[in-house]
C-alpha cells in the first residue's frame, strides 16, 4: 500500500516568522526540515507527501517550492498567496508556472465568521478552477455554516477541508460540528483530511476512544472515497509522535477492504491533488 502524507509542514524556526507558536509549543521552536521527516518516513513507511503552508507571506511559497523540486518524496505543495492582496491575480499567474503548485489556502480558522462569503474573495477563488488548483479550508466549526455555502457556490472547484475542521475533540462536543459535517459532505466536489486530530484532543491525555467518534462521522460522511490520511507533523508532535499519529487511522480502518485503505492513504491524495 502506497502511503502518502497529504498534510505536513517545513519550517525554518524563527520567532518573529511563526508568532502563533507560543510558550505552549516550546517543541515546535526549532527547524524542522525535509532530512528530518525523511527519516521519520523510513519509519514508518511512508512513500511521500503534500507540504502546506505554516505562515502567510510571499516567501514561504518559494522555500515550499524549492523543497519540493529538490527532494522526490515532496509531491507537491499547497501554498499561501493573499486573497485579499490587489495583485493576486498576477502573483497565481506566476506561481502557476510551478509544477509543484498544487493548492492554496488561506488562514480561515484566523478570519472573522463570514470571510468565506466575501464578494473579494469568492471572486479570487474562481481563478482556481482555471488552472485545476485545490482550495484547502482550513477552520475552526463556528465556520462550517459559511464553508457549506462555499462549496455549494462552487460546485466544479475542488475543495479539502483541513483536520476536519478542528472539532473540540478535548471537550467532547460533536452535536453541531457532526450536523454542519454532514451537510458539508453532501457536494461530492469536497474531500477530508484525517488529520489534526490529536492536537485538538487533550495533548496529555488523549486516547483512541477520545477520537474514534469523529472518525465515525467523517467516515459515514464522506466515505473512503474522499478521505485523505495526513499527519500535521510537526505541529502533531504537541501530542503524539508520528507512529503514534499514523497508528490511529490504520486501526480505525484495518477491517475495511485492501482498495478502501489504498483510497484513504495515498490514492484519494494523488487524485485529489494531481501527483505525478
Not at 5 to 19: E, I, K, P, R, T
Not at 60 to 88: A, C, P, R, T
Not at 201 to 214: E, F, H, I, N
Request: with cysteine; hydrophobic share 40%.
Amino acid at each position: 500500500m502506497k502511503i502518502i502524507d497529504s498534510h505536513q509542514h517545513f519550517w525554518a524556526y524563527d520567532s518573529q516568522l511563526y508568532d502563533w507558536i507560543d510558550d505552549s509549543m516550546e517543541v515546535l521552536k526549532r527547524d524542522f526540515l525535509p532530512n528530518d521527516l525523511k527519516l521519520i518516513y523510513q519509519e514508518n513507511n511512508v512513500d511521500g507527501c503534500i507540504a502546506v503552508q505554516a505562515r502567510t507571506d510571499f516567501e514561504e511559497i518559494d522555500f515550499l517550492l524549492h523543497i519540493s523540486h529538490n527532494h522526490q518524496f515532496v509531491k507537491g505543495v499547497v501554498g499561501w498567496l493573499d486573497f485579499q492582496h490587489e495583485n493576486f491575480e498576477e502573483k497565481l499567474e506566476f506561481y502557476v508556472q510551478q509544477p509543484q503548485l498544487k493548492g492554496l489556502r488561506h488562514v480561515v480558522q484566523a478570519e472573522p465568521i463570514g470571510f468565506l462569503d466575501k464578494k473579494e474573495f469568492r471572486n479570487r477563488l474562481s481563478w482556481l478552477e482555471q488552472y485545476n488548483l485545490v482550495y484547502d479550508i482550513l477552520i475552526f466549526p463556528p465556520q462550517l455554516e459559511e464553508s457549506i455555502r462555499l462549496v455549494k457556490d462552487f460546485p466544479n472547484q475542488i475543495f479539502v477541508l483541513d483536520h476536519i475542521a478542528k472539532p473540540y475533540i478535548k471537550s467532547g462536543e460533536i452535536k453541531q460540528w457532526e450536523k454542519d459535517m454532514r451537510t458539508l459532505a453532501q457536494h461530492d466536489n469536497i474531500f477530508c483530511k484525517v488529520s489534526g486530530m490529536v492536537t485538538e484532543a487533550d495533548w496529555k491525555q488523549w486516547s483512541y476512544k477520545d477520537l474514534r467518534p469523529y472518525l465515525d462521522v467523517v467516515t459515514s460522511s464522506f466515505g473512503s472515497h474522499r478521505l485523505l490520511y495526513g499527519s500535521d507533523w510537526p505541529v502533531c508532535l504537541l501530542a503524539a509522535k508520528y507512529q503514534e499519529v499514523i497508528e490511529t487511522p490504520m486501526k480505525y480502518f484495518a477491517k475495511f477492504t485492501l482498495n478502501e485503505r489504498c483510497d484513504i492513504f495515498g490514492k484519494n491524495a494523488s487524485k485529489v491533488y494531481q501527483l505525478d
